[in-house]
Nanobody, 119 residues
Framework: QLQASGGGLVQAGGSLRLSCATS????????MAWFRQAPRKEREFVAR???????SSYADSVKGRFTISKDSASTVALQMNNLKSEDTAVYYC???????????????WGQGTQVTVSS
């Protein structure tokens, strides 16, 4: 139901734009989020957006560099600027209904897209 795309290899300081397409429109009650998981690390929260209001929040590690946005009625994007080597991870989009930062609060997940930042 969720399809993430846009990952790739980029040099430090570069930019990537991730996109997450859903099979149908995203309902106003939804919270859409991005998480990431680096090798040998737990999945961590990156950004979230409440679909009805557009309110967003970010992990401290990406604040000021990443922007989550509503691209269409069925697509959420993550613009990533000034990428750092520590941003290297598999990025996942997720859908839930709670304003949460814990992965287990989200019931639907995309398959993940790899982002690799070379230093």
């Amino acid at each position: 139901q969720l399809q993430a795309s846009g990952g790739g290899l980029v040099q430090a300081g570069g930019s990537l734009r991730l996109s997450c397409a859903t099979s149908g429109r995203i309902y106003s009650s939804a919270v859409m989020a991005w998480f990431r998981q680096a090798p040998r690390k737990e999945r961590e929260f990156v950004a979230r957006i409440r679909w009805s209001t557009g309110r967003s929040s970010y992990a401290d590690s990406v604040k000021g560099r990443f922007t989550i946005s509503k691209d269409s009625a069925s697509t959420v994007a993550l613009q990533m600027n000034n990428l750092k080597s520590e941003d290297t991870a598999v990025y996942y989009c997720a859908r839930g209904t709670q304003w949460a930062e814990l992965p287990n609060e989200y019931g639907s997940w995309g398959q993940g897209t790899q982002v690799t930042v070379s230093s």
